[in-house]
C-alpha cells in the first residue's frame, strides 16, 4: 500500500495564480482531512471529509475550496494565490478507532507563492 | 477554541541524556495523541492516550495523560541520534471529531 499520497511535492506560484493539490489514499478510509503547517503553529485544519460527498471548513478554510472526488481522493483548490498561503500542505486520512481517528498522512506538498 | 501549548518549543541535548516535552491546555479532551514528523516527512502517531492518568511506554519513550485529560507529557530515556525530529501533541475535543495540534517541540540528540 503507498498510503497517503500528495501531488505536487514542490510549488512556486506568483500572486493571483491558482492551483489545485491533488491527494490520495489507498487505505479504504472514510474520513480525510487538509493541514497547513507554518513555523511554530504546527498544524491547523483547512477542510475536512467525514466521508464521500461531504466537506466541512476547518479552522482556517479562507481563500481554499476542496472536492471529495471519491472515497480515494480529496482536492484542494487555490483559486487566487496569496504570499500568506505560503506553507506545507499535509493531507491526511483516518480510521476509527479507540480514543478516536488515527491519522495518516502524506509527505506534504511545500507552496511558495511570490 | 481548544489550544494546545507545547514546551519547550527546542530542545537540544547530547546522546544518552533523558528528557520530558509537556502539552499543556486549560481545556479537556476526550484523547490525545502524539506525533513524531522528521524533515521532509508528514507527522506519524507515535501513541493514543485516553484515560485520565494512562500511562504507555514505546520502548524508551513514555507517554501520560493527566488525571484531569488536560494535559500530558512525553518522557524520553537516554535519547539517541534517532529520536531527532519534531513531536506534536494533538488533543480531540469532548464533543468533536477534529484533532487539535500543538505547535510542536523541535529536539535534537547530538552524538
Known amino acids: 500500500n503507498a498510503g497517503v499520497t500528495q501531488t505536487p511535492k514542490f510549488q512556486v506560484l506568483k500572486t493571483g495564480q491558482s492551483m489545485t493539490l491533488q491527494c490520495a489514499q489507498d487505505m479504504n478510509h472514510n474520513s480525510m482531512y487538509w493541514y497547513r503547517q507554518d513555523p511554530g503553529m504546527g498544524l491547523r485544519l483547512i477542510y475536512y471529509?467525514?466521508?464521500?460527498?461531504?466537506?466541512d471548513k476547518g479552522e482556517v478554510p479562507n481563500g481554499y475550496n476542496v472536492s471529495r472526488l471519491n472515497k480515494r481522493e480529496f482536492s484542494l483548490r487555490l483559486e487566487s494565490a496569496a504570499p500568506s498561503q505560503t506553507s506545507v500542505y499535509f493531507c491526511?486520512?483516518?480510521?476509527?478507532?479507540?480514543?478516536?481517528?488515527?491519522?495518516?498522512f502524506g509527505p506534504g506538498t511545500r507552496l511558495t507563492v511570490l | 477554541t481548544q489550544l494546545l501549548e507545547q514546551s519547550p518549543q527546542f530542545l537540544s541535548i547530547q546522546e544518552g541524556e533523558n528528557l520530558t516535552v509537556y502539552c499543556n491546555s486549560s481545556?479537556?479532551?476526550?484523547?490525545l495523541q502524539w506525533y513524531r514528523q522528521e524533515p521532509g516527512e508528514g507527522p506519524v502517531l507515535l501513541v493514543t492516550?485516553?484515560?485520565?492518568?494512562e500511562v504507555k511506554k514505546l520502548k524508551r519513550l513514555t507517554f501520560q495523560f493527566g488525571d484531569a485529560r488536560k494535559d500530558s507529557s512525553l518522557h524520553i530515556t537516554a535519547a539517541q541520534p534517532g529520536d531527532t525530529g519534531l513531536y506534536l501533541c494533538a488533543g480531540r475535543g469532548e464533543y468533536g471529531n477534529k484533532l487539535v495540534f500543538g505547535a510542536g517541540t523541535i529536539l535534537r540528540v547530538k552524538s
Open positions: 471529509s467525514a466521508s464521500e460527498g461531504t466537506t
Open positions: 491526511a486520512s483516518s480510521e476509527v478507532g479507540r480514543g478516536g481517528d488515527t491519522q495518516y
Open positions: 481545556s479537556v479532551f476526550s484523547s
Open positions: 492516550v485516553v484515560t485520565g492518568g
